[in-house]
């Protein structure tokens, strides 16, 4: 029985996170679009700006506008990989939603949540309802969801990609931590839970 929890459990969060890909592409997406807008303004004050002494002329200026260039023609690439993501992922939240009773109110938190995009507290507050039973009704939601064939298909086919994206979410809080470990004069390197490295083993031994 604790096997078959555990498997529930793992679907579960496998299914949360496919429900958060729309949020996510549209989070990316204004992220790109707030950088487009600051390197436009880089380019903008390349000529004119403080300090500006248009002479002695070189290929210099030519060069860092071509860089400038270069990095709109990525990031407006970016941009629309992204919202082509976004409307994929749109059309598959959707439809896995689509599963839950039109005047739910499991379907209404489900919404708000992964459509929407809102905070579990803005959730709570315009409902209204406390933040812990919004938290039991979509919990409920996501157990309803994977009574379908269709939604446990898809948490198969994702489940790998889920993993993937765990990982590296891990991989990315240890250097984090040790960025900050490190800013704060602490040389004991964390690498993965149980294992550590001293930094400055290497200097000691020099000396």
């Given amino acids: ?22 949020v996510r592409a549209k989070r990316r997406k204004k992220q790109l679009e707030v950088r487009l807008l600051e390197i436009n303004a880089e ?41 082509a993501k ?8 959707a439809t896995i939603l ?13 919404e708000l949540r992964h459509i929407d995009g809102h ?3 803005e959730i709570a507050e315009g409902i209204p309802m406390s933040k812990s039973q919004c938290h039991r009704i979509h919990k409920a939601a996501m157990y309803e969801l994977l009574e379908f ?3 446990k298909e898809l948490v198969t086919e994702n489940r790998e990609s889920y993993e993937y994206y765990i990982e590296k979410k891990e991989e ?23 294992k550590s490295t001293e930094i400055h083993s290497r200097k000691t031994r020099r000396k």
């Fill in 172 to 194: 990315a809080r240890y250097r984090r931590e040790n960025q900050a470990r490190k800013n704060a004069g602490n040389f004991k390197a964390k690498t993965k839970p149980g």
């Fill in 86 to 93: 976004a409307d994929k992922s749109m059309v598959n939240v």
């Fill in 1 to 22: 029985m604790q096997e078959i929890n555990e498997e529930l459990e793992n679907d579960r969060s496998v299914l949360e996170w496919m429900l958060g890909q729309y």
């Fill in 149 to 151: 064939n269709y939604v």
């Fill in 43 to 83: 380019r903008d004050s390349q000529i004119g700006g403080q300090g500006y002494d248009p002479l002695p002329r070189s290929g210099g200026n030519n060069e860092g506008a071509a860089g400038i260039l270069m990095k709109l023609a990525d990031i407006e690439d970016r941009i629309y990989e992204q919202k």
């Fill in 119 to 121: 905070e579990w507290g």
């Fill in 98 to 110: 689509n599963f839950l009773p039109e005047e739910s109110m499991e379907r209404e938190i489900c």
